[in-house]
């Protein structure tokens, strides 16, 4: 019988993918990651839901005590980046270092199981010309979560298995009320699992970063207010500046080194290319040439198109076919061939 470890958040999502996977004969196995204290998916409330769901299917539960990684790989990585003025993408790094880089490797090694599932949507399909496992978007294009997950590597694709990569959202429900599991009606998560636990991502950054005032200021540098933490500012913002002007105003700049929040008008806002590091390669090995692709900025943005420049030292130079608006250090950039996701890495720098 093949055996498989499922990642058990306690939402629909992953609770229906165990028993998709249960229903076709796999050895299911669910295991939690405990990332943090406080409510939210992943925290108390959710490991207790995934018992019940293991309990419901009669597969093992296992708990693993995972909030030293968790503090170290996202919580400070987040703290580091928003006093640097960059606004980290946490989910991302949390999906290979936190959660499938140690599933797969508990799996492994403390089960003897080579396979791991998660509820995301997404698929993966193997290239045999190219020798790769390639990540592709899910059926569902409304809920497709392949923008996360472009930093896995090949190992950890080949050990991955998403059952509801071919399901659109309406059905996942269905099917949880049709094997009578308690998460069927149980509310999505709509924000940050920090977001949730605190309230809100500035609660969050309050705790760690000390306010430090500072000028907001136009592009020439002149001063037209003050602000309290460049932490509470990310690029493209245009609400909560606290600047009276006869036009709209946007974050167009984060500059530490001065404690400053540079704002302009929207145009000011664009820019036609940027800088990416910790490029990983998913679909296809780097290539050694400019590429045609099309790229998401952020994960609600539709995927625009672009040439991809290769650089030394895991970079590449993004040049857009049309300006773009609030492109920001920290969040990922994810170019794409269509529904076959080619590479991603973390936006460095615009240009």
């Not at 939402?11 to 196995?29: N, P």
């Not at 400070?76 to 790094?93: F, H, N």
């Not at 090995?285 to 420049?309: F, G, L």
Request: charged share 20%; with cysteine.
């Amino acid at each position: 019988m093949n055996k498989v470890v499922v990642g058990l958040s306690g939402g629909v999502d992953s609770s229906v993918a165990a028993a998709i996977l249960h229903h076709q004969g796999y050895e299911v196995v669910g295991l939690t990651l405990w990332l943090m204290k406080g409510k939210g998916q992943c925290c108390s409330e959710g490991m207790v839901d995934a018992a019940k769901i293991c309990e419901h299917l009669g597969i093992p539960h296992h708990i693993v005590d995972s909030r030293d990684v968790f503090q170290a790989n996202i919580v400070d990585y987040l703290v580091a980046g928003y006093s640097d003025g960059i606004t980290p993408l946490p989910c991302s790094q949390c999906n290979k270092s936190v959660k499938f880089g140690p599933m797969v490797s508990y799996a492994r090694e403390k089960l003897g199981i080579d396979k791991i599932a998660t509820g995301h949507y997404a698929r993966i399909s193997y290239d045999a010309d190219r020798d790769r496992y390639q990540l592709l978007r899910a059926v569902d294009l409304t809920k497709d979560q392949s923008y996360f997950l472009y930093d896995l590597t090949q190992d950890l694709l080949a050990a991955s298995v998403f059952p509801l990569g071919e399901t659109h959202k309406t059905e996942t429900r269905q099917i949880a009320a049709q094997f009578g599991l308690n998460t069927a009606d149980k509310p999505e998560s709509m924000d940050l699992c920090l977001v949730e636990s605190n309230g809100s991502m500035r609660a969050f950054l309050d705790k760690y970063i000390a306010p430090q005032k500072g000028d907001i200021v136009d592009e020439s540098g002149k001063v037209l207010g003050q602000h309290d933490g460049i932490h509470h500012y990310t690029i493209g913002q245009r609400k909560g500046i606290g600047i009276a002007a006869p036009q709209a105003l946007y974050v167009i700049g984060l500059d530490a080194a001065n404690n400053r929040v540079v704002v302009g008008d929207r145009n000011s806002a664009d820019r036609t290319e940027c800088t990416v590091a910790r490029v990983n390669w998913v679909s296809l090995a780097e290539p050694s040439a400019p590429i045609r692709a099309q790229v998401q900025i952020r994960y609600r943005s539709s995927a625009v198109p672009v040439t991809v420049i290769p650089l030394e030292e895991s970079r590449v130079k993004l040049v857009f076919d049309e300006p773009q608006f609030s492109i920001t250090p920290g969040q990922a950039a994810v170019w794409y061939d269509g529904d076959i996701l080619l590479g991603g890495g973390i936006i460095e720098r615009q240009a």
